[in-house]
């Protein structure tokens, strides 16, 4: 069997040293054939040239050059493009995904799994704030898009061929690989580990790239927030009529009308502001097709190491 290792790079200059070392020995530990795809994600900093010199003194390091940054799921995806194993694996650059778990996951591989998962039992070097807004999110996530994605599984796993080719054809621009994935609906294994906290570098993901990320997730998988304003805005006719018969008997039967602005003023404001939300809502559905209609594709290549040609061409 060959094993292939996707390691998505943005400004990771500070801990490929010590990923390459930490690597290395899992690598060559397992008994099979391997390669490590690293998808340089447009890093300004030393990356690129520390990934070029790796490449060059091993074949077995293979290196795909973005032209840009086109984030961490672009990379991702590009990875799985390209990358020849009969098994894949996605991992982290910063070491949060241990090496050490790689024999692990190639178990519940042989044991016939086409997806094993590595679940976060304990996380480290996060602040508190990064792991309530994950577990709201996975709770959020499991409620409203799909039971099936699994809490504390981030995207360190491991994929079949046939899971790396199935994915391969969902080719959508705003991508939730961890969703896409739990929609294969394939058998699935998980294996737990404890995270720890960063070897070296801060995290690519601040909290606006975190939100971003969040409503990607939501609106690529459900319409509930559109099903949401529908229903809001129903409700609140339903109070406008409500309010209206009262309004028509203050004014034909008690005929003290002219009282009455200040709740006049408050429908307007809370009515005004419930249509602009959900006109924005739908605005963004609007604008998510418009980007999916362009059929760009979902990254550009700009060089490569050792890389022969990928499964699913850049322009799906
Ligand atoms: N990453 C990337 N492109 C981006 C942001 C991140 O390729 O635009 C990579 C990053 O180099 C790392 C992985 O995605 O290998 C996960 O990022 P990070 O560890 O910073 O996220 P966190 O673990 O803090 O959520
Ligand atoms: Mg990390």
Same mark, same amino acid.
């Given at each position: 069997?060959?094993?292939?290792?996707?390691?998505?790079?943005?400004?990771?200059?500070?801990?490929?040293?010590? /990923?390459? !070392?930490?690597?290395?020995?899992?690598? =060559? #530990?397992?008994?099979? *054939?391997?390669?490590?795809?690293?998808?340089? @994600? &447009?890093?300004?900093?030393?990356?690129?040239?520390?990934?070029?010199?790796?490449?060059?003194?091993?074949?077995?390091?293979?290196?795909?050059?973005?032209?840009?940054?086109?984030?961490?799921?672009?990379?991702?995806?590009?990875?799985?493009?390209?990358?020849?194993?009969?098994?894949?694996?996605?991992?982290?650059?910063?070491?949060?995904?241990?090496?050490?778990? /790689?024999? !692990?996951?190639?178990?519940?591989?042989? =044991? #016939?799994?086409?997806? *094993?998962?590595?679940?976060?039992?304990?996380? @480290? &070097?996060?602040?508190?704030?990064?792991?309530?807004?994950?577990?709201?999110?996975?709770?959020?996530?499991?409620?409203?898009?799909?039971?099936?994605?699994?809490?504390?599984?981030?995207?360190?796993?491991?994929?079949?061929?046939?899971?790396?080719?199935?994915?391969?054809?969902?080719?959508?621009?705003?991508?939730?690989?961890?969703?896409?994935?739990?929609?294969?609906?394939?058998?699935?294994?998980?294996?737990?580990?404890?995270?720890?906290?960063?070897?070296?570098?801060?995290?690519?993901?601040?909290?606006?790239?975190?939100?971003?990320?969040?409503?990607?997730?939501?609106?690529?998988?459900?319409?509930?927030?559109?099903?949401?304003?529908?229903?809001?805005?129903?409700?609140?006719?339903?109070?406008?009529?409500?309010?209206?018969?009262?309004?028509?008997?203050?004014?034909?039967?008690?005929?003290?009308?002219?009282?009455?602005?200040?709740?006049?003023?408050?429908?307007?404001?809370?009515?005004?502001?419930?249509?602009?939300?959900?006109?924005?809502?739908?605005?963004?559905?609007?604008?998510?097709?418009?980007?999916?209609?362009?059929?760009?594709?979902?990254?550009?290549?700009?060089?490569?190491?050792?890389?022969?040609?990928?499964?699913?061409?850049?322009?799906?």
């Amino acid at each position: 069997m060959k094993l292939s290792v996707v390691i998505p790079i943005f400004n990771e200059a500070e801990v490929l040293p010590s /990923l390459l !070392a930490a690597l290395h020995p899992v690598l =060559e #530990g397992l008994g099979c *054939v391997f390669e490590v795809l690293f998808v340089e @994600d &447009g890093s300004r900093d030393d990356s690129p040239t520390i990934l070029d010199a790796a490449a060059r003194a091993d074949s077995r390091i293979k290196v795909l050059q973005f032209s840009r940054n086109f984030g961490h799921q672009a990379a991702i995806t590009a990875g799985l493009d390209f990358a020849t194993g009969d098994a894949v694996v996605v991992m982290d650059a910063d070491l949060q995904d241990p090496p050490e778990l /790689l024999p !692990a996951m190639v178990q519940k591989y042989e =044991e #016939g799994y086409d997806v *094993v998962s590595a679940q976060r039992v304990q996380r @480290d &070097g996060e602040t508190a704030f990064k792991r309530a807004t994950a577990s709201l999110f996975y709770a959020i996530m499991r409620k409203a898009v799909d039971e099936r994605l699994r809490p504390q599984v981030g995207d360190f796993r491991l994929l079949s061929r046939r899971a790396v080719d199935a994915l391969g054809g969902l080719r959508e621009q705003h991508r939730f690989v961890r969703g896409l994935i739990a929609w294969l609906g394939l058998r699935e294994a998980v294996v737990p580990f404890h995270r720890r906290a960063r070897a070296a570098g801060t995290t690519k993901y601040p909290v606006w790239k975190m939100l971003r990320f969040a409503w990607t997730a939501i609106s690529s998988f459900s319409a509930l927030p559109l099903k949401l304003s529908l229903y809001g805005g129903m409700a609140l006719t339903l109070l406008g009529v409500v309010y209206s018969v009262l309004v028509l008997y203050e004014t034909f039967v008690l005929r003290t009308t002219v009282r009455g602005w200040a709740s006049l003023v408050c429908i307007q404001l809370l009515f005004s502001g419930a249509i602009l939300t959900a006109i924005g809502l739908v605005g963004d559905y609007v604008a998510r097709i418009y980007e999916e209609v362009k059929g760009r594709p979902l990254y550009v290549v700009a060089g490569g190491r050792n890389l022969g040609e990928p499964a699913w061409p850049a322009r799906a």
